[in-house]
């Protein structure tokens, strides 16, 4: 099986710019989360989504961040205008959830997308 | 809001010793996990806990879960080097679906 599949792997854009990054999760699962992992804060919650419905976007920095669900196979990040403090290396992961709905086994991660914002 | 605490931050050990990495958490939780991360790379999932008193190992690696105390740790069993990674702890949230990671445990094992 394929695992969680993120694009693009590296991005290198200018502030102002906008940048998408792209994430498909494990076939079956429905959960799926949008990490965000810097040396200074480590690793942060961004936005969780069950059944493509976004459950709680409380980690996203600000309006400039949004995300979408649109099917049970896509999610999208986006950042517009970008800010080069908005430098990291985004992981998207997806989970299922147990018989009784919910989470109990682990998050698969993808293998993550570095952002530079020059 | 849920805190996690990871100690110690740098661990350089040698070969063949033992050591463990803690992972304290402020609120009550149902569920914890552990991950591990090679430099560059993604995080894979070594442990799941799910419950209190529970025990899992693989390899050299065992993990452990007191709720009670608000502990988990992940005991290193006579080191080698391919264990050379950041160690991290994730916690749920009591409830929900949040996981809250803890600041990671960088561990160097030296020949």
């Known amino acids: 099986d394929a695992g969680v599949i993120q694009s693009p792997r590296h991005e290198v854009t200018e502030m102002g710019q906008e940048v998408t990054l792209r994430c498909k999760p494990i076939?079956?699962?429905?959960?799926l989360f949008w990490y965000r992992q810097t040396m200074m804060r480590g690793l942060e919650l961004l936005i969780y989504?069950?059944?493509?419905?976004?459950?709680?976007d409380s980690g996203m920095p600000e309006d400039r961040f949004s995300a979408k669900m649109p099917n049970a196979s896509f999610s999208t990040l986006k950042i517009q205008p970008s800010e080069p403090r908005d430098s990291a290396v985004y992981f998207c992961?997806?989970?299922?959830?147990?018989?009784?709905?919910?989470?109990?086994?682990?998050?698969?991660f993808g293998e993550g997308s570095r952002l530079t914002v020059l | 809001e849920l805190k996690v605490e990871q100690n110690p931050l740098f661990l350089s050990m040698q070969e063949g010793k033992n050591y463990t990495i803690y992972c304290n958490y402020s609120t009550t939780s149902d569920r914890l996990y552990w991950y591990r991360q090679d430099p560059g790379k993604s995080l894979e999932s070594l442990f799941v806990?799910?419950?209190?008193?529970a025990v899992k190992q693989e390899g050299r690696l065992m993990a452990s879960l007191d709720t009670k105390a608000r502990l988990s740790t992940l005991h290193i069993t006579a080191a080698v080097h391919d264990l050379s990674a950041t160690y991290f702890c994730a916690v749920g949230g009591f409830g929900n679906e949040k996981l809250t990671f803890g600041t990671g445990t960088r561990l160097t094992i030296i020949p």
């Open positions: 806990l799910l419950s209190n008193g």
């Open positions: 076939s079956g699962h429905d959960y």
């Open positions: 992961a997806s989970s299922a959830s147990g018989t009784g709905g919910w989470l109990t086994g682990e998050l698969f």
């Open positions: 989504f069950n059944n493509n419905v976004p459950i709680d």
